[in-house]
């Protein structure tokens, strides 16, 4: 399960759901790396996008296109390109 900022802060899961189940939460995101981690792990990242090793479904999207974009519902993850 991936749960995003977007949808809002909370995520309110039924007391049932984790009783019946083995469930293990783990965060992810900016937050959960430290800034000198991110910042050394970069390079090698950028690498493997650009390198065709990590494929990444975004598609670049001019900003003056945004307001068109916006409503989006492809599967793609959309980034914003001065």
């Not at 189940?21 to 650009?50: K, Q, W």
């Not at 598609?59 to 989006?72: E, G, K």
Request: net charge negative; charged share 15%.
């Amino acid at each position: 399960m991936q749960i995003g900022s977007i949808a809002g802060e909370a995520a309110p899961i039924p007391s049932a759901v984790l009783r019946a189940a083995r469930l293990h939460i783990v965060g992810s995101g900016i937050g959960s790396v430290s800034p000198p981690d991110f910042i050394a792990e970069l390079p090698e990242s950028a690498a493997a996008v650009t390198g065709g090793r990590l494929d990444v479904q975004a598609r670049p999207v001019p900003l003056a296109d945004i307001a068109h974009a916006w409503d989006d519902q492809s599967s793609k993850r959309l980034v914003f390109v001065p």
